[in-house]
């Protein structure tokens, strides 16, 4: 038996031993392989802090039909909102388009839950659901104004991507597409050449640190062929002249609940929580042809980083870089008084908790103000 | 017969005519997507940015610092120059304009102070230097203002204290001197004022340079990028309000502490102030008893996932897109009390705070000390001691707004900024940084406009947009991008820097209206065979005819000229 120690395929050198010789070689090559793997992973959690480059994260999350037999799409579409907010985005971070209201549609027979799997396990819709852009608000100009950032001055805060440089941003579109477009609401339809003019543009004025675009519609690995700025992962869960298939019917409810890729995401997203390291590269695997019948399909090459380095939470989470306060400013002066009463209007908000009213939140504002949109939870 | 020939003819050639000359540029006019008139030539001279940044340095020579021969020399003034090409794009020029003059008897009198603090006081009092100037009061080694290993000595004020080297290793004339003095006066200004590497770091967004190293690349991820206005949060979170009833007088200390470092910033922007309390507001992490401190700990590792769940309470103004700046004082409960913050190495932190890059900071305030366990009725009163929770949100506030920044080299005092919350020459660090980033800014977001006007044909340029772009705002009469840009440099280059901060101001936000424009969205993107599918059914029966017609027309005219020919022999 010959024994050759090997350093990437490139054999150093072999000998026929005797058995203690194979012992030790065998202990050898562990040791090694031990104290490489043991290195790698030191080095790693020591740059966590610069290997990501990006500060917050945002995600833009939209669900293009309409009519209670695209009750998938919706589903499909708070699933991951659940699990996005799940892994610590907020809701201020989340933009939110659904164009059809499937919780209080009259034809559901449990009106105010979507749900996601059959036999009604899992209640997506939850009580904690905030839809910025409802309805006939989700249109393709919308869509794009949202991301391009020229919406008109009147805009709410709740309803503007406000992401920076440093910011990661997630897309995530569904719905019905074809050979190079989505269709919005069953009249009208955004291009591939119009989506990557539009993240163009988000480049240019620095927009995104990097953005992960993911397409579960018909053909949808047509939809990421144009894009051409840096810094952009794709996936996608068919191939062109593929259709992306739904997922399960639920015989109560009358229409199938989830499609397959989404379906399979949202299980292997129920195993990330907010500190676990998997990286990009399982993300690809999920849905196989074996589960899907379509190809999901992904696009790396504008990518600058490497996808085995890039963790889920990059992208679906928000884990915050945190520096310990070191120093602190010496204050010896006592505090002056007031010179006269400020004007400042206070909004006192009140919640309900083991069936008494209890103020939570008491809001000074120092200069008179725009209101608030916050709502008042009366006690039932 | 040959007259309705004739008019046949007439009649189709006219029609083709027609089409042709009318039909044909009335249809490509009116399908034509607007295009307003921009300055593309101006815009493109902006693409190569040439910055230069003159610096006014003051140096004063008390006595006993110069010898008789080099006495006779000043005052005089020498200029130098730096030239430094950062990329194919951008070169950078420093001009530093010194000038050399011997002290006053008032300010003579006030180097005599016995401390360096006291002098810098009186010395404020004689004479204001204006903002971006740089004033170096240069002392003989002998004096004891500075303490011993203490070579410079910086204030609140733009003046430093330089102390001499000694009389033999100076030398005796001018030329000698001005060696010494040069280098070290070159120094102070670089950290009174900039530094190259503070202005490339200023001009990322252009420039997208590797970063020098780690600290750097945390320095320009932690401070917030220009913009013209902020909103800080000061936010109480009390978990237990039936053992805790907290009274913090937030507007008293805004006014005292916060209130005049913002009055000092005001140039840069606007900065809007709330308060908050939140009650049943928890932290996302349990934090661990620790029976040797018999106190609880929260480790640097967990602190990562303390904001999420707070901030989904946390409100902000729907109305503005300024960014917020958040700072939490956290009140930990009773059963959880003593709670203390411990940093990577295990050690308790002194400030026993943490801060987010770009978000804010959070501060954990232990009241457990001020009541007995068991003995007093709850809920207790507990009065905040704002000054002790004021001394670390400003040490936080000052980090997110950029103004920290790297220490200050071997040999330099530098006087801790204290209640005014900010030193002039860390505001006019901040004006210069933020004046090359606001020009930066402006200069890559109007080329990349007319970059991406030229790549994509369909954008419908309006005249609204325009007149953000051009020389004059048609609405509002405020200036435009271009002229705003202009002007900044100039200024810059004249070393006023508050009219060129004034100006770069104006020069983003009119930039930032351009880009974003809303009229700016209608792509007029068709595909091809949808441009065919539209066309065809319109010209083809049009078309058709008359090519037809003119077909005919041809083979007669042939026809004729054959039968004409035939004839003639």
Known sequence: ?380 | MVLVVMVNLLAALSIAVVVVLVGVPLWWRTTETYRAWLPVNQINELAELQLQLSVDVEVVFSRGTLMPEQQKKVPFTRTQEEAQKVDDDTTLRYRYESKYRTANIMEEDALKQPTAAEADLSLHTLSASPCGSVVVYVIPETSVLLPQGVDVYIGHRRTAVLRMGAPMSVGKNHKQLLAHLEPRITQVVQVMSFSHTDITAALSDRVRLSPGSKESLADSMRSFKSSPGYEITFSLLNPDPKSHRLDWDIEGAVHSYIQPLLTKLAPLANFSIDSQILYYAMLGVNPRFDSSLEAYTLNADSLAHVINPVEARLGSNAASSNPVLNFLLYVPDAHHSPLYIHDHQKQPVASNAFHSPRWGGIMVYNVNDLYGRGETPLPVNININMEKVMGVFLAQLRLMLGVQSSPAPPGFLVEPCGGAGLADWELDRLMWSRTVENVATATTTITSLAQLLDQIGNILCSLSFAGSVNLFHYINNKLGTVTSLQLAVAELEAGNLGFALQYSKEAILASERAFFDPSLLHLLYFPDDQKFAIYIPLFLPMCVPILLSLIKIASEARQRRKLKQSKKD
């Open chain 1, 1 to 380: 038996m010959l024994l050759c120690l090997t350093d990437g395929g490139i054999a150093l050198f072999c000998v026929n031993p005797t058995s203690w010789q194979i012992i030790v070689f065998i202990y050898i090559y562990i040791y090694i392989y031990i104290y490489i793997y043991m290195g790698n992973v030191h080095s790693d959690k020591a740059g966590q802090f610069f290997n990501s480059g990006h500060t917050n994260n945002w995600a833009v999350l939209v669900c293009t039909s309409r009519f209670w037999f695209n009750y998938r799409h919706v589903a499909n579409t708070l699933s991951v909102y659940r699990s996005v907010k799940r892994l610590g985005i907020p809701d201020s971070r989340i933009v939110l388009m659904l164009a059809d209201d499937m919780a209080c549609n009259h034809r559901n027979p449990k009106p105010a839950t979507v749900f996601s799997h059959k036999n009604m396990e899992l209640n997506v819709y939850g009580d904690d659901v905030e839809v910025d852009y409802r309805g006939y608000e989700v249109t393709v100009e919308n869509f794009l104004r949202v991301l391009t950032g020229r919406l008109p001055a009147s805009t709410p805060r709740s309803k503007r991507l406000l992401s920076d440089d440093r910011s990661n941003i997630l897309i995530y579109l569904t719905g019905h597409g074809g050979n190079g477009f989505l269709k919005f609401q069953d009249s009208e339809e955004i291009s591939n050449v119009e989506l990557a003019d539009a993240f163009e543009q988000m480049w240019q004025k620095r927009r995104y640190n990097e953005l992960l675009f993911i397409i579960d519609t018909c053909q949808g690995a047509s939809m990421y062929e144009r894009f051409y700025s840096p810094n952009l992962m794709a996936l996608a869960s068919s191939q062109v002249g593929e259709d992306s298939l739904s997922h399960q019917p639920d015989l109560a409810i009358g229409v199938h609940l989830m499609d397959r890729y989404t379906f399979y995401l949202l299980e292997f997203l129920e195993d990330i929580h907010p500190s676990s390291t998997t990286n990009m590269n399982q993300l690809f695997k999920v849905c196989p042809k074996s589960q899907c019948v379509s190809t999901p399909g992904h696009r790396t090459d504008l990518f600058l980083r490497d996808p085995g380095r890039v963790l889920i939470t990059d992208f679906f989470g928000s884990v915050r870089k945190v520096e310990i306060t070191m120093e602190t400013i010496n204050l010896s002066s006592p505090m002056e008084p007031l010179p006269e009463r400020i004007n400042c209007t206070v909004h006192i908000l009140y919640m309900c908790i083991n069936k008494h009213i209890i103020p939570t939140a008491i809001i000074m504002y120092y200069v008179p103000r725009q209101k608030l949109l916050r709502d008042v939870f009366p006690c039932t």
